[in-house]
């Protein structure tokens, strides 16, 4: 199976190193010539995986059509830009393994439902779960979940991307593993505001687990099942992101628990906190759902500056008495 990348951040580089361990040539797309340069002339990622030497089958191209004859593709740009890098791809037979985690502005739409509207014809799967992109390209044990409603295709991508330390387990419930790595951001943006403002640990293990309820009631009104929410992509990811600075989601919502304005945390950044994008339109589409996500409409407010931290806290707090 001839694997190509489409996007070379942090994730697409890492996710390139672990489909060369095997020896196969690998092509990995990248926006920026400076990124091509560098993988091609250094074996590093300079800009997005600094520090980690990459294998020498990785050539990085700046053209998408030098991704035709790839049997299979791991799409990994965010999720806001999927749809138009999707459009640009070359037509043809390969499967898109979808590495984003978001809810796409506008539409709604889950990364899977976005690739289905742009290439109906695409067999599609997605690997979410707690993947921090630094530790994967340092070898380090990892498990993820690989979702995908074709079982053959699906055991055939794990095979192809399992290694040693790189554990894939198998799932059908494409729409489970997409809603735990969206929802997962945006809690860890609140469990990131509990340390910036130094609330102590019993605030973070409660907002992850009453932030796991809103996702679970999430999930269930999409029709993801419980059992892929409880898993890898979703308390799996949930706890990995909401405990580390090493987490961009995280780090985002300490500086705002630390009293920074998010336009100024966002201004200039050039990696992906997905979390402030996939926020105020998760609340948009559980608020039509009529899912009570209280946590995610929190971190909205912050987000666009309607609350501050101690009217936040003060909402959460003073929600009515009620049974777990
Ligand atoms: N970094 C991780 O540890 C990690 C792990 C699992 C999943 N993810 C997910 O993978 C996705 C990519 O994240 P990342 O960490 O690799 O990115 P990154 O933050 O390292 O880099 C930003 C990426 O966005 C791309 N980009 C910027 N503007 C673009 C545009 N207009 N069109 C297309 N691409 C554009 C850049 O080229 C670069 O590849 C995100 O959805 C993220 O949630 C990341
Ligand atoms: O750095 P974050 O917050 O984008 O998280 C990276 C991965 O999604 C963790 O699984």
Same mark, same amino acid.
């Given at each position: ?5 489409? #996007?070379?951040?942090?994730?697409? @580089? ?36 600094? #520090?980690? @030497?990459?294998?020498? @089958?990785? !050539? ?53 439902? $976005? ?28 498990? $993820? ?5 074709? /079982? ?14 790189? !554990? ?19 809690? /860890? ?49 949930? $706890? ?22 998010? /336009? ?31 946590? $995610? ?24 008495? !009620?049974?777990?």
């Amino acid at each position: 199976m001839k694997i190509g990348v489409v #996007g070379a951040g942090a994730w697409g @580089t890492a996710l390139a190193q672990v489909a060369a361990a095997k020896g196969d040539a690998v092509t990995l797309w990248a926006l920026e010539p400076e990124v091509v340069a560098s993988i091609n002339d250094a074996h590093e990622n300079s800009l997005y995986l600094p #520090g980690v @030497t990459l294998s020498p @089958t990785i !050539r990085a191209v700046d053209d998408l059509a030098a991704l035709a004859d790839c049997d299979a593709l791991l799409v990994v740009v965010p999720a806001q830009h999927l749809r138009a890098v999707l459009r640009r791809l070359p037509r043809g037979e390969a499967a898109l393994l979808l590495c984003a985690k978001g809810i796409e502005a506008g539409s709604g739409l889950l990364v899977s439902q $976005v690739a289905q509207q742009e290439r109906p014809d695409a067999p599609i799967a997605v690997l979410s779960g707690p993947t921090f992109a630094h530790e994967v390209a340092a070898g380090l044990p990892t498990a $993820v979940t690989l979702a995908c409603a074709d /079982a053959e295709l699906g055991q055939r991508l794990v095979e192809r991307i399992a290694l040693p330390a790189f !554990r894939p387990y198998l799932s059908d419930d494409v729409i489970g593993a997409e809603v735990g790595g969206a929802v997962k951001n945006v809690l /860890a943006i609140a469990c990131g505001v509990a340390e910036g403002a130094g609330m102590g640990l019993n605030a973070r293990a409660s907002l992850i687990s009453r932030g796991f309820a809103e996702m679970t009631r999430f999930g269930r009104a999409l029709g993801a099942r419980a059992e892929t929410l409880s898993g890898l992509s979703g308390l799996g990811d949930l $706890v990995l992101t909401c405990s580390s600075t090493n987490s961009r989601n995280f780090s985002l919502g300490k500086g705002l628990g630390e009293g920074a304005r998010a /336009a100024d945390l966002l201004a200039n950044r050039r990696t992906v906190a997905e979390g402030a994008f996939t926020a105020p339109v998760l609340r948009d589409v559980a608020r039509r759902l009529e899912v009570e996500m209280p946590i $995610v409409e929190g971190v909205c407010a912050l987000l666009e500056g309607t609350v501050d931290v101690a009217d936040m806290t003060g909402m959460l707090l003073a929600r009515p008495l !009620r049974s777990e």
